[in-house]
């Protein structure tokens, strides 16, 4: 059983930064999502098993950066310049197998952390 544990949400003011994390329990593909009330949930970024290939949402592209230490099987979110509209649980997913792409859709995932808010403040 995979196990991910999530951590580092918290409240921030516009402009502000927070930085996530997730351990795994090993080497995966890794994602993370995000969901807003009322909303569907949506990809944010994803890193793939070995760290060479990243993917990154339009709406957080050179502002959140996802990183990966593999020794200690820990993925990061670092969020910059965060707005608003950022506003929402962010998960993290991770994805089994062998392959070496960041992967988009949330059903190319098979496990997910509980989740943690992010509240970005106007």
């Known amino acids: 059983q995979v196990q991910l544990v999530e951590s580092g949400g918290g409240l921030v003011q516009a402009g502000g930064s927070l930085r996530l994390s997730c351990a795994a329990s090993?080497?995966?593909?890794m994602g993370w999502f995000r969901q807003a009330p009322g909303k569907e949930r949506e990809f944010v970024a994803a890193i793939s098993r070995l760290g060479g290939n990243s993917n990154y949402a339009d709406s957080v592209k050179g502002r959140f950066t996802i990183s990966r230490d593999n020794a200690k099987n820990t993925v990061w979110l670092l969020m910059n310049s965060l707005k608003p509209e950022d506003t929402a649980v962010y998960y993290c997913a991770a994805r089994t197998g062998i392959g070496s792409s960041a992967y988009y859709y949330p059903n190319e995932y098979d496990y997910w952390g509980q989740g943690t808010q992010i509240t970005v403040s106007s």
């Open positions: 090993g080497r995966y593909a």
